[in-house]
């Protein structure tokens, strides 16, 4: 990946953004890196998925967290919903799990002779749901509503979910037995896809050393509550700047892989929004009040790839998704002066 160092973060010396951040903006990396901190001591050695993964969260964005069993993808989930004082619910996917266990049923009250609506889980700030890929398609879509307009419609009403409302999803793309693939429409919904990966060495023999004395998820206690996320949250829409040619380089690098010969479905302008909000948050992170073009390469890959589906011939010779936004973004022209 290109490492670009654009002048004054590519904006004129006079331009308001080209000035430090500020204490605000300090207090936002301290806090950020704080809630990082209490997210590593649970997931070992894998400092720059958790910091995707929070990023995710500070975007508002949902995350899918796909990866094969024992690497810590719930556990990695769940230290993220100990770490901030908020509700969170936990959703068992299974075959048999139905769209009203999610989103709540309309009861008939013989008291007052009234209907009443009993919310699901997914009332809740954070929902974590394991293994999405194990309900029936019509229960996935039962998600669809909320993802995307934080309401869940039943009965002719419509309820508000609370915010921040973020589902984490866990999959295991191994496992193919008992297990229905996430149609486009769903997968398009998370802001992110991330893979955790196996630690490295070292890691695992940290792991494997302090099994005994290691902090579990039960045991993190939280480092902010949910009015200091929503602060962090729109401090990032209020603070960072995004320039013009930022925004041309985002939209052309999803228009790219829509022309690419082996693609059947490119990046969707909801993929581009995605890309922006997330790149918005790693200026943030960095103690920036503006994005650069780095921002926007660091976060194409876990923002875009799940948005690609190959031709099937493709497929057969070995290309991949990740591939395709590799590709793209080295073939669109990185903007180096960024004026507004």
């Known amino acids: 990946m290109t490492t670009i160092t654009p002048l004054n ?32 001591r649970v997931l070992h050695g894998k400092d720059a ?28 989930a769940r230290a993220i919903c100990k770490s901030v004082n908020l509700t969170w619910n936990r959703v068992q996917f299974t075959p048999d799990l139905l769209p009203s266990d999610i989103t709540g049923v309309t009861v008939f009250d013989q008291a007052t002779s009234t209907f009443s609506f009993r919310p699901g889980p997914v009332f809740a700030n954070i929902v974590l749901g394991d293994e999405i890929n194990r309900a029936s398609p019509k229960t996935q879509s039962a998600l669809l509503e909320v993802m995307q307009e934080q309401t869940v419609s039943t009965d002719a009403a419509v309820y508000p979910v609370p915010r921040p409302f973020v589902v984490i999803a866990t999959q295991n793309p ?13 997968l398009d919904r ?27 998820v039960e045991r993190l ?15 990032v829409k209020r603070a960072v700047e995004v320039a013009a040619p930022i925004e041309h380089y985002i939209v052309a690098i999803c228009a790219r892989t829509r022309e ?10 909801r993929g581009g929004l995605a890309l922006l909000r997330a790149a918005r948050v790693m200026a943030a992170t960095a103690g920036r009040p503006f994005v650069t073009p780095d921002d926007v390469q660091t976060m194409a890959l ?5 948005r690609v ?3 099937p011939d493709a497929e057969i010779q070995g290309r991949t998704p990740a591939e395709v936004v590799s590709r793209a973004v080295q073939a669109v022209p990185v903007p180096r002066a960024v004026l507004r």
């Open 9 to 40: 973060g590519g904006y004129p010396a006079t331009h308001p953004a080209a000035a430090p951040g500020g204490p605000e903006m300090a207090r936002f990396v301290q806090m950020f890196d704080s809630l990082a901190a209490n997210v590593t």
């Open 49 to 76: 998925v958790v910091r995707a993964a929070l990023a995710c969260v500070m975007a508002e964005g949902h995350l899918l967290i796909e990866d094969v069993p024992g690497v810590g993808k719930t556990s990695l």
């Open 174 to 186: 191994i496992d193919l037995e008992g297990t229905y693939v996430l149609p486009e429409a769903q």
């Open 190 to 216: 998370f802001l992110m896809r991330l893979s955790v990966g196996y630690p490295s060495l070292q890691a695992e023999a940290e792991v494997l050393r302090t099994e005994r004395d290691a902090p579990s």
């Open 221 to 235: 206690s939280p480092v902010m509550d949910r009015d200091d996320l929503l602060g962090m949250i729109d401090f």
């Open 260 to 269: 690419m010969p082996e693609v059947r479905l490119g990046v969707s302008p």
């Open 302 to 306: 876990p923002t875009l790839t799940h």
């Open 309 to 311: 589906v190959l031709r």
